[in-house]
């Protein structure tokens, strides 16, 4: 019996883990698709603990290991990215913290907080690279 409930317990567990990851590419795919409608050849870098699995479950996209090719960057952090990598690049984080603190540096970053995904798009290099979202997301620019 015990292990009937084990093996139940661990089906739910993989499941739930499984949906996470859905859930994580589709919000993945939907903020590629804001920054770069028009790039249909677009290169991404991802550096995150967070979303490193995304390639697996996102293939309409090309995904690169070196930053320097890459039009849009997702990291966890900027500090550990040679400047190279930084400016001239879109950068999304995936911390508020990164984002608050390299501002200057970023296109926005995409975190949970109390248990719910937050959005933030900044303002300024936004402008800087062209980028123009829609109206109904107004409310996430900073």
């Known amino acids: 019996m015990k292990k009937m409930v084990l093996l139940f317990l661990l089906f739910i567990w993989v499941g739930l883990a ?3 990851n859905l859930i994580k590419a589709s919000l993945f795919s ?10 249909p050849y677009v290169q991404i870098y991802i550096d995150s603990k967070e979303y490193q699995d995304i390639p697996k479950y996102v293939k309409k996209y090309h995904f690169t290991r070196n930053c320097l090719d890459a039009d ?5 952090t900027i500090k550990d990215l040679p400047k190279e990598c930084i400016y001239g690049h879109k950068v999304f984080v ?3 913290i990164d984002f608050v603190q390299n501002r ?9 907080q109390k248990g719910r995904p937050t959005l933030i798009f900044n303002k300024r290099l ?17």
């Not at 200057?104 to 949970?112: C, E, I, N, T």
């Not at 800087?128 to 900073?142: A, C, N, Q, S, T």
């Open 18 to 20: 499984s949906n996470s």
């Open 30 to 39: 939907w903020i590629v698709e804001l920054l770069e409608r028009d790039n």
């Open 72 to 76: 849009l960057l997702f990291v966890d």
């Open 94 to 96: 995936t911390k508020y």
């Open 104 to 112: 200057d540096k970023v296109v926005g970053a995409f975190f949970l």
């Open 126 to 142: 936004l402008k800087y690279f062209g980028i123009v979202l829609p109206p109904k997301y107004d409310k996430y620019i900073d």
